[in-house]
């Protein structure tokens, strides 16, 4: 196949009229051109320079040829120039997977961000309630990077963002309190538990089970958001990740005996690429926020 270099050098030959000029433009000398230029009419058979006493002149295989060599040689051009943009963080695509819960407190911010400093990027947003579920969207190639609790399969790379914690949710009481709740005491009372495509809802379970009590279903929802806004609503005690919550949530907030945190991860199997590399920084400078109203409940 002929390389890039050998039509440089055709091109440039044709637009300079002389082998010699072609071989100062392109900073060769004048017998490693004519090597190019050979091993290229030997690739396609035919002779593609006519040899003049004063500079040479097009065959016919040369005039049939040079508007796709410049044609190649211009799309290389481009070739480098995107990756260029993308490297810098000016252009390219970027397909994000995130946790349900996550997307307005931790993402959005992000994601408003990068549309003010890189217009060039357009972002996608994949959304999911299953921490295993957005590692194999990472690891099929439908997303370049997952935000999310640490999944239970993932051999990949992994950077911790930061902490959430796993709270419990009731409707606001007259008398605030700040008590600490046990799954002990949390059984006595109906839960708005998960649907089990939410990770969540293992985990309620199992963590009960390891407390010796059983939880009693008043109601399911896949979505962490709905589960705490159904129990501020007095539908029961729903147990939910801080960052479901809104800066301004009308229920109350009580942290769990003992106190329950779970890493919040970013995933992806591309680690080196300069975009996502960029993309990854701002989520660990933003971190995992938790509203003032939410801090002072649990303090």
């Given at each position: 196949?002929?390389?890039?270099r050998?039509?440089e050098?055709?091109?440039?030959?044709l637009d300079?009229?002389s082998?010699?000029?072609?071989?100062?433009?392109?900073?060769?000398?004048?017998?490693?051109l004519?090597?190019?230029?050979?091993?290229?009419?030997?690739?396609?058979?035919?002779?593609?320079?006519?040899?003049?006493?004063?500079?040479v002149?097009?065959?016919?295989?040369?005039?049939?040829i040079?508007a796709?060599?410049r044609?190649?040689l211009?799309?290389?051009?481009?070739?480098?120039?995107?990756?260029?943009?993308?490297?810098?963080?000016?252009?390219?695509?970027?397909?994000?997977?995130?946790?349900?819960?996550?997307t307005?407190?931790?993402?959005?911010?992000?994601?408003?961000?990068?549309?003010?400093?890189?217009a060039?990027?357009?972002?996608?947003?994949?959304?999911?309630?299953?921490?295993?579920?957005l590692?194999?969207?990472?690891a099929?190639?439908?997303?370049?990077?997952?935000?999310?609790p640490?999944?239970?399969?993932w051999?990949?790379?992994?950077?911790?963002?930061?902490q959430?914690?796993?709270?419990?949710?009731?409707?606001?009481?007259?008398?605030?309190?700040?008590a600490?709740?046990?799954?002990?005491?949390?059984?006595?009372?109906?839960?708005?538990?998960?649907?089990?495509?939410?990770?969540?809802a293992a985990?309620l379970?199992?963590?009960a089970?390891?407390?010796?009590?059983?939880?009693?279903?008043a109601?399911?929802?896949?979505q962490?958001?709905?589960?705490?806004?159904?129990?501020?609503?007095?539908?029961?005690?729903a147990?939910v990740?801080t960052t479901?919550?809104p800066?301004?949530?009308?229920?109350?907030v009580?942290?769990?005996?003992?106190r329950?945190?779970?890493?919040?991860?970013?995933l992806?199997?591309?680690?080196?690429?300069?975009?996502?590399?960029?993309f990854?920084?701002?989520?660990?400078?933003?971190?995992?926020?938790?509203?003032t109203?939410i801090?002072?409940?649990?303090?």
């Amino acid at each position: 196949m002929a390389t890039l270099r050998a039509l440089e050098c055709l091109v440039a030959v044709l637009d300079c009229g002389s082998v010699t000029e072609a071989a100062a433009r392109l900073h060769l000398s004048q017998p490693a051109l004519s090597h190019q230029i050979a091993a290229l009419e030997r690739e396609i058979g035919a002779p593609v320079l006519e040899r003049l006493p004063r500079g040479v002149r097009p065959t016919a295989a040369g005039r049939a040829i040079v508007a796709d060599a410049r044609a190649a040689l211009a799309a290389a051009e481009r070739v480098v120039t995107t990756g260029r943009a993308v490297a810098g963080g000016s252009a390219g695509q970027l397909r994000i997977g995130c946790a349900e819960s996550m997307t307005a407190g931790l993402l959005a911010p992000v994601l408003r961000a990068w549309h003010r400093k890189h217009a060039g990027v357009h972002l996608t947003l994949t959304e999911s309630s299953s921490a295993d579920a957005l590692a194999e969207l990472t690891a099929s190639g439908q997303v370049d990077l997952a935000i999310g609790p640490r999944p239970s399969r993932w051999t990949g790379y992994a950077s911790v963002i930061g902490q959430e914690e796993i709270v419990a949710v009731l409707p606001s009481a007259p008398e605030p309190s700040s008590a600490a709740l046990t799954f002990a005491k949390i059984a006595e009372h109906p839960i708005v538990h998960y649907h089990p495509d939410n990770g969540l809802a293992a985990w309620l379970d199992e963590t009960a089970a390891a407390h010796g009590v059983t939880l009693t279903a008043a109601t399911r929802t896949r979505q962490a958001t709905t589960a705490a806004q159904l129990a501020a609503a007095g539908l029961g005690i729903a147990l939910v990740p801080t960052t479901a919550l809104p800066a301004t949530f009308p229920g109350a907030v009580r942290s769990l005996r003992p106190r329950r945190h779970r890493d919040i991860v970013c995933l992806t199997t591309t680690p080196n690429d300069p975009l996502l590399q960029r993309f990854e920084a701002d989520l660990h400078r933003r971190g995992i926020p938790l509203p003032t109203a939410i801090a002072t409940q649990l303090s």
